[in-house]
């Protein structure tokens, strides 16, 4: 069973909206965060924006205003709403799911921002 999983990428128009989808497997106990990075192509992996179990966002500066991130502690679901996106959001973005021990990494979805 894959441990986390994403949904909802795709290709959209500049100033258009997507919803990014993110389950983590019931398997895995004692999350205490859930969040999404992305990587574009020749950069580094970075954090988007991140949410606690306790309900504690934080976001990148890029994003701030822009995107909302929620989750649902009893489906261990987290989902990135993305509006005013810009071609520079183009990526592939990736939802991490953070324990104590370890974090774990789903297999990343494709957004695409065309001018």
């Known amino acids: 069973q894959v441990p986390v999983v994403e949904s909802g990428g795709g290709l959209v128009q500049a100033g258009g909206s997507l919803r990014l989808s993110c389950a983590a497997s019931g398997s895995i106990g004692g999350i205490n965060a859930m969040g999404w990075y992305r990587q574009a192509p020749g950069k580094q992996r970075e954090l988007v924006a991140k949410?606690?179990?306790?309900?504690?966002?934080n976001y990148a500066d890029s994003v701030k205003g822009r995107f909302t991130i929620s989750g649902d502690n009893a489906k261990n679901t987290v989902y990135l709403q993305m509006n005013s996106l810009r071609p520079e959001d183009t990526a592939v973005y990736y939802c991490?799911?953070?324990?104590?021990?370890?974090?774990?990494w789903g297999q990343g979805t494709q957004v695409t921002v065309s001018s």
């Open positions: 949410i606690s179990n306790e309900g504690s966002t």
């Open positions: 991490k799911t953070d324990t104590r021990l370890r974090g774990y």
